[in-house]
Each structure stands twice: as structure tokens, then as C-alpha cells.
């Protein structure tokens, strides 16, 4: 494998980004840098892991995000749970994090 690009979580982490971050537009201000952070953080934990090419590093990246992922999923259930995000919006969301 040449770059991180070509893993297939990579590339549907930043695939939740994107669905993300329109949503995010409708929280309050105070909250939305906290869940921007957690979102960014998945995709980017993963390239940076790749890219320190050893496979202890890599791994230590990979449980870096995968706890990111987790705090995602919270702060999005609370989003939701606060009528921030649609139904519809977040059942999409939480597929997504779940395939990662």
C-alpha cells in the first residue's frame, strides 16, 4: 500500500466528515469546535499513524482514532438526543461510524 488514502477506513472516515459537518452547522456555538475537533481527529489520527511507518506507531494511531470515534459517536447521540440533529441525519451518522 502506498498511502494511507487507499485504506478503506480512511476513506470512509472522511466520508463521515463530510455527512458531519453540514449538521454541525446547526449546534451551538460553544459546541460546535468540540465535535469538529472528534471528527477531524479520526481520519487524521489514521493518515499520521500511516505515515510514521512503524506498524507499533501505526497501531497506536488506529486506537488513537478508534477512541476519537467513540467520543464522536457520544457527542453525536447528545446532538441528537438535543434535537440538534434530525432523526434521519443522525440513524445516516451512526451507520457510517459503525462500518469504521
Known amino acids: 500500500m502506498k498511502n494511507y488514502r487507499e485504506l478503506i477506513v480512511w476513506q470512509k472516515s472522511m466520508a463521515l466528515v463530510t455527512v458531519v459537518y453540514p449538521d454541525s ?3 451551538p456555538v460553544e459546541e460546535t469546535y468540540s465535535l469538529t475537533n472528534q471528527i477531524i481527529s479520526v481520519p487524521s489520527n489514521i493518515a499520521e499513524g500511516f505515515g510514521r511507518n512503524h506498524t507499533k506507531e501505526y497501531i497506536r494511531f488506529l486506537e488513537i482514532s478508534r477512541g476519537s470515534l467513540c467520543e464522536l459517536q457520544t457527542q453525536l447521540e447528545i446532538a441528537f438526543n438535543l434535537k ?7 440513524e445516516q451518522i451512526a451507520q457510517k461510524s459503525l462500518e469504521i
Do not use: V
Open 25 to 27: 452547522a446547526n449546534f
Open 84 to 90: 440538534f440533529i434530525p432523526q434521519e441525519d443522525f
